[in-house]
T-cell receptor, first 114, second 111 residues
Framework: GAGVSQTPSNKVTEKGKYVELRCDPISGHTALYWYRQSLGQGPEFLIYFQGTGAADDSGLPNDRFFAVRPEGSVSTLKIQRTERGDSAVYLC????????????FGPGTRLTVL | GENVEQHPSTLSVQEGDSAVIKCTYSDSASNYFPWYKQELGKRPQLIIDIRSNVGEKKDQRIAVTLNKTAKHFSLHITETQPEDSAVYFC??????????FGEGTQLTVNP
């Protein structure tokens, strides 16, 4: 079946602009995760959804970052007033359920803030 | 919160040799430890995982060992091949389902 998909694959924006990154999880997966990966580093946890609700958003760096999953499937990560330091690859992952279940990653969105 | 340390950061081996990558974690409540392989520009892909009720798991040329007392787990790749070259990340699942990853190991297998 189809894996996790993310759009766009690349996003270039200017400092101060607003961006939205989309994630389509594997069908039937109830848990969805967002991570951020900077060059040469491991993925860094941002937020985790179980169904429609954010079960853990403690990884969001500040209030410019927000994520939604209104119908328990597709999720959108929203970044306001982007800064150059936000440049990274944003990875989405999903799992059938939470708690020690395999997380399957999408290909990521490479965000570049000029 | 959880802290995961991974060593070495780079590892170069000859084809056919074994490779070992080690990780330590800080949260004794962590109970799930996956290993991901990431090729340049690609998504991380799970290669093996282990849960805290198991001490060792093997899948063909890949094995993982877990020492809960020492809070230490390792990835072992035997009979390495050039296509094993990639960055490998260890992870530890902490509160809820968040994964904390190590910094990664760049493995190079020389033909």
């Amino acid at each position: 079946g189809a894996g996790v998909s993310q759009t766009p694959s690349n996003k270039v924006t200017e400092k101060g602009k607003y961006v939205e990154l989309r994630c389509d999880p594997i069908s039937g997966h109830t848990a969805l995760y967002w991570y951020r990966q900077s060059l040469g580093q491991g993925p860094e946890f941002l937020i985790y959804f179980q169904g429609t609700g954010a079960a853990d958003d403690s990884g969001l760096p500040n209030d410019r970052f927000f994520a939604v999953r209104p119908e328990g499937s597709v999720s959108t990560l929203k970044i306001q007033r982007t800064e150059r330091g936000d440049s990274a690859v944003y990875l989405c992952a999903s799992s059938y359920d939470s708690r020690a279940d395999t997380q399957y990653f999408g290909p990521g969105t490479r965000l570049t803030v000029l | 919160g959880e802290n995961v340390e991974q060593h070495p950061s780079t590892l170069s081996v000859q084809e056919g040799d074994s490779a070992v990558i080690k990780c330590t974690y800080s949260d004794s409540a962590s109970n799930y430890f996956p290993w991901y392989k990431q090729e340049l520009g690609k998504r991380p892909q799970l290669i093996i995982d282990i849960r805290s009720n198991v001490g060792e798991k093997k899948d063909q040329r890949i094995a993982v060992t877990l020492n809960k007392t020492a809070k230490h787990f390792s990835l072992h790749i035997t009979e390495t091949q050039p296509e094993d070259s990639a960055v490998y990340f260890c992870g530890a699942e902490t509160s809820g389902s968040r994964l904390t990853f190590g910094e990664g190991t760049q493995l190079t297998v020389n033909p």
